[in-house]
């Protein structure tokens, strides 16, 4: 009996060092961000997150994943829709590179859904880290 809980117990641990999948970030409140391709990356929340939990993980995979700076600008390539990279109902695609991912930049403010070239710099989109949802 103790060796089945020694090896109960040694395969929980291991299973909880598996990662989501290869190539996965974890990012603010358990919101995934996985690549598509080499210039587009998807935002895949747990739930269904708010619009500021998007932003926030977009933010947190270009600066710690793909090494942008405070001023570079991320763009929404493709608005909420189903995602490619894990099959949840909600996902919201985003890159650095705009024109290599067929997308016009769109200036001027942020609609409420997530239209293709709207943009925040990532110290803009970082600051949705630290702001919850207004009770």
């Known amino acids: 009996m103790k060796n089945f809980i020694t090896a109960a117990v ?3 641990s291991m299973a909880t060092a598996i990662p989501v999948s290869a190539g996965t970030f974890l990012a603010n409140r358990g919101v995934r961000v ?3 391709n080499d210039i587009v990356y998807e935002v895949v929340p ?11 993980a977009a933010a947190q995979y270009a600066r710690r994943v793909l090494g942008a700076s405070w001023t570079d600008r991320y763009y929404v390539v493709r608005g909420r829709d189903v995602s490619v990279t894990t099959g949840r109902r909600s996902s919201v695609q ?3 590179h705009p024109e290599q991912a067929g997308v016009p930049p769109k200036t001027g403010w942020l609609s409420l859904g997530f239209q293709p070239g709207e943009s925040l710099s990532v110290q803009q989109g970082h600051g949705y880290c630290v702001q919850g949802p207004a009770l």
């Open 10 to 12: 040694l395969a929980c």
């Open 34 to 36: 996985l690549p598509v």
């Open 94 to 96: 985003f890159t650095l």
């Open 46 to 56: 747990g739930r269904s997150g708010g619009t500021w939990d998007y932003w926030c």
